[in-house]
């Protein structure tokens, strides 16, 4: 049986139990006394390994097996976590992660892991030396009949939650081929290939071995439910949780499945053509005004809506996902740096599209090394200035409005605005004669290619490409990035982001002949042009609105389009947290779903575009860029 097919399934549940052990290993860390972690450790290496075993990744299983004596012997003698240990499984569980990605495409042998395993089974000898124990051997059941004859049935049942069902029933036929001929496979191993194979099968096998031996020898194929042995049923006990509760029955019916990212991504393209067809549908019925057609154009618009909202609450995913690889980041880093920094996360269970998602990992890892290396002081630094000597980083993740808010705070050193001035006006960047930068002109300093303040580059910063990635990633997923700084007291960056890329609600602009698409998210209100009194600030043109100075754009004269506006003209008021501006257009031509897509402007395009759609007449339009325009 070809088990390649298992493989991006087997990488997938590896990599989430190589998270689990990160996490684990740094709550150990907190709590060197407990044992609760190390418990779960020797879990997760122990599944890995089981899982390598079954896709015939000797390397992976190796270390893994090593990694699993080690974290035995720490669970039996209950010793408290060392520097040195930690250390020791912080790399053994790297090694893992790297054995598994070149396993999987096949370049196993490249894997060099040989110091790893020396220094595994170096502190697993030193151990049991101490007097750690080695698991016992299984001592044979009280009033076993003497072993039966040749030719027994033995009946399995994989845990209903059991990955690679079809390769693990391979796995159980081997161990049982290890004790004597075996035939009678029902189904055929055929159907372990498909999806039909419930991991429920049989086998016949002639050995004269006892039935607790030949038991134990399938379960050691692992996520065996229940071993029926010459019609004496062996049922493993239910799996226990943390905590003490047992799991599910193996029975209950499993409500989730794992689906391939690519299919959603081709369930949300085609939704998005249905979208367009759906707005040509009901320009077309408004037209034609008959009844029948109406109803159907009702009845559509209804249906793709809810398929719409389906897909999209599909491809929704927890934060937490991306979160959890930087407790680890943040930990390596204040060690290199000689600093004491305590990290939280919050908010982990609000969700993002999937797409989203994947594209943050790169800006909030460079704003957390910014935030450890630039943010933090050391503990030396920080006692003169009357703190405590431990550091505070946080990451947090909350709902607003149509809108997800991804803050990274630091109760560090803070910015020096000073020392940003300076440089900037040695730059050119800002006006010789300026003498103080706001949170929005600092923010644009800081975003632009190749600054940096840093006096040496180093491993962790100094080549001035952290914060303009992190901005130009986030303004092209349709997001904007606030910063606000007090010197001494420490910063925060605050990322907003749409909840989903594919599919938003936006209004409708005119200007001149051409109509422009504005999300949304970020339209706050609009006034009209004319009838609020206009002021002038900071050189600007602005209108006060409730107590609050809003700053216009005239998009006509932005966009450099000919001919006189009309008399009257609309403001949309867009609000990105604290920031507001008024977009004047020279009409609203109502509200729309629309299906963004990519949009590579041509050089020398204002950035003030985030990309594209296809209106219902088939006629495209760009989608304006709320944060270009602030």
Same mark, same amino acid.
Not at 222 to 231: A, F, I, L
Not at 393 to 406: F, G, K, P, T
């Given at each position: 049986?070809?088990?390649s ?31 609760a ?7 997760a ?15 992976v ?45 096949g ?10 395993? *020396? ?6 000898? !030193?151990?049991?030396?101490? &007097? @750690?124990?080695?698991?016992? $051997? +299984? /001592? #044979? ?29 391979l ?45 134990? *020898?399938?379960r050691?194929?692992?996520?065996? !439910?229940?071993?029926?042995? &010459? @019609?004496?049923?062996?049922? $493993? +006990? /239910? #799996?226990v949780a ?7 029955p ?11 990212l ?79 920094v305590v ?26 090394r ?22 505070e ?14 803050s ?21 960047v ?17 975003a ?44 925060t ?40 009194p ?19 754009v005239?998009?006509?004269r ?73």
């Open positions: 049986m070809d088990l097919q298992y493989a991006e399934l087997f990488l997938a549940e590896s990599r989430e139990h190589l998270s689990a052990c990160n996490q684990l290993l740094l709550e150990w860390e907190r709590a060197p006394a407990s044992a972690p190390v418990a779960g450790l020797f879990r290496v122990h599944t890995v390994k089981g899982m390598a075993a079954t896709m015939g990744y000797a390397r299983t190796d270390l893994a097996h090593r990694a699993e004596n080690l974290l035995d012997l720490l669970r039996r003698g209950g010793r408290p976590a060392t520097d040195d240990l930690l250390q020791l499984l912080f790399r053994a569980r790297d090694a893992l992660e790297t054995a598994v990605e070149l396993s999987v495409v370049r196993e042998d490249e894997i060099d892991v040989a110091d790893t395993l *020396a220094d595994l089974d170096g502190a697993a000898a !030193e151990l049991a030396s101490r &007097g @750690g124990h080695t698991a016992p $051997a +299984p /001592a #044979p059941a009280p009033g076993v009949e003497a072993p039966a004859t040749a030719g027994r049935l033995v009946q399995v049942t994989l845990r209903s939650d059991a990955p690679l069902k079809g390769g693990r029933a796995l159980v036929l081997k161990r049982a081929q290890a004790l004597g001929p075996v035939h009678g496979v029902t189904p055929s191993e055929a159907v372990f290939e498909t999806d039909e194979f419930d991991g429920r099968f049989s086998f016949r096998i002639d050995a004269s071995t006892a039935a607790p031996d030949l038991e134990r *020898a399938v050691a194929a692992g996520d065996v !439910e229940h071993v029926t042995v &010459g @019609g004496e049923e062996r049922r $493993a +006990p /239910a #799996p943390p905590g003490g509760a047992t799991g599910p193996a029975e209950a019916k499993s409500r989730h499945i794992r689906v391939d690519r299919r959603l991504d081709g369930l949300m393209d085609l939704i998005g053509e249905l979208v367009t067809v759906r707005g040509r549908l009901n320009e077309l019925a408004a037209y034609a005004r008959d009844p029948a057609i109406d109803d159907v154009a009702i009845q559509v618009s209804r249906l793709s809506t809810e398929l719409q909202a389906e897909i999209i609450q599909a491809r929704m995913t927890p934060v937490w996902q991306v979160f959890d690889r930087f407790p680890r980041l943040v930990r390596d880093l204040a060690r290199e740096l000689g600093k004491q990290f939280r996360v919050e908010g982990k269970e609000i969700e993002l599209d999937r797409a989203i998602l994947d594209e943050l990992g790169d800006p909030l890892l460079h704003l957390l910014n935030a450890v290396d630039h943010g933090m002081e050391t503990p030396a630094e920080r006692r003169r200035g009357g703190k405590a000597p431990e550091g980083i946080v990451l947090a993740a909350v709902r607003e409005r149509a809108s997800v808010a991804i990274v705070t630091d109760n560090g050193r803070g910015i020096a605005r000073g020392k940003i001035l300076e440089r900037a006006k040695r730059d050119g800002v006006d010789a004669h300026a003498e103080a930068l706001s949170d929005d002109q600092l923010l644009r300093v800081l632009r290619p190749g600054f940096s303040t840093a006096d040496a580059v180093t491993s962790v910063s100094g080549r001035g490409v952290g914060i303009d990635v992190a901005v130009t990633r986030i303004r092209a997923l349709g997001g904007s990035i606030e910063i606000r700084s007090e010197e001494g007291k420490g910063t960056f605050v990322l907003r982001l749409p909840v989903t890329l594919a599919i938003v609600r936006a209004l409708i602009a005119g200007v001149g002949t051409e109509r422009y698409a504005l999300p949304l998210t970020y339209v706050s209100e609009t006034v009209e042009f004319g009838v609020q206009t002021t002038t600030v900071e050189g600007r043109e602005a209108i006060v609105l409730r107590d609050r100075v809003v700053p216009l005239h998009l006509r932005l966009l450099g389009v000919i001919g006189d506006a009309p008399t009257r003209c609309p403001i949309i008021v867009l609000e990105m947290g604290e920031r507001r501006s008024g977009i004047v257009v020279d009409g609203m031509l109502g509200q729309h779903e629309i299906v963004v897509k990519g949009f590579d402007a041509p050089q020398g395009t204002l950035p003030v575009f985030s990309g594209a759609t296809i209106m219902g007449d088939g006629i495209p339009a760009l989608i304006l860029d709320a944060g270009g325009l602030l």
